[in-house]
Nanobody
Framework: QVQVVESGGGLVQTGGSLRLSCAASGRTSSYTTMGWFRQAPGKEREFVAAISWGGGTTGYADSVKGRFTISRDNSKNTVYLQMNSLKPEDTAVYYC????????????????WGQGTQVTVSS
């Protein structure tokens, strides 16, 4: 069993920045990739970014490339999502998730999910 807890959400103006954190605990050795997803009101949950624990391989959704950066601190079992140049369309609940294997951009490939943290970008 793996637990993930997100933090760092909040209200920010257009063009601002936020850093989300995702702390993982439990049998962390059993999963290989951490991902961030988001869900806006009335929309499906979508992939944002992912990172592997071992090699540091990353992947991003086209909508956030160049603006968001995912990173990890293995010593703290924590993954970060640095979000810059935020836009109103980035407003959503952001979820952290862990997977043992599979396509990093597919929601169904993730086994453990956090409760989410709200990010609101005002125009």
């Amino acid at each position: 069993q793996v637990q993930v807890v997100e933090s760092g959400g909040g209200l920010v103006q257009t063009g601002g920045s936020l850093r989300l954190s995702c702390a993982a605990s439990g049998r962390t050795s059993s999963y290989t990739t951490m991902g961030w997803f988001r869900q806006a009101p009335g929309k499906e949950r979508e992939f944002v970014a992912a990172i592997s624990w071992g090699g540091g391989t990353t992947g991003y959704a086209d909508s956030v490339k160049g603006r968001f950066t995912i990173s990890r601190d293995n010593s703290k079992n924590t993954v970060y999502l640095q979000m810059n140049s935020l836009k109103p369309e980035d407003t959503a609940v952001y979820y952290c998730a862990a997977q043992r294997g599979g396509s990093y951009y597919q929601r169904s490939a993730y086994d453990y999910w956090g409760q989410g943290t709200q990010v609101t970008v005002s125009s």
